[in-house]
């Protein structure tokens, strides 16, 4: 599995993007592990509570995870992980 980070996601990890080898079940583990990894910041960016931060756009694929099970969205080895603070522009 790759994991890939965006704008400020990226500067809370400090790298561009992560292989894991033992691919977690879901997405609710991923981003716990990652959170453990990186630490407060990176753990209030795509946590709101014990839920998704709204705050964030996490595609598994290209899909959107909201669209998908959310943090229950099941993982696989071969997937791309993307995550993205959310944007607004004008």
């Known amino acids: 599995m790759t994991v890939k980070y965006f704008a400020t996601i990226r500067t809370y990890a400090g790298e561009t993007e992560r292989r894991i080898d033992d691919a977690p079940a879901?997405?609710?583990?991923?981003?716990?592990?990652?959170?453990?990894?990186?630490?407060?910041?990176?753990?209030?960016?795509?946590?709101?509570?014990?839920?998704?931060?709204?705050?964030?756009?996490?595609?598994?694929?290209?899909?959107?995870?909201?669209h998908l099970e959310g943090l229950d969205t099941p993982l696989e080895a071969g997937d791309e992980v993307s995550i993205f603070p959310m944007v607004a522009g004008g």
Do not use: K, P
């Not at 997405?27 to 709204?54: C, H, I, N, P, W």
């Open 26 to 66: 879901g997405m609710r583990e991923l981003l716990t592990s990652l959170a453990a990894r990186y630490g407060t910041a990176f753990r209030r960016a795509v946590f709101s509570g014990d839920q998704l931060s709204g705050e964030i756009i996490i595609l598994v694929n290209g899909r959107n995870v909201v």
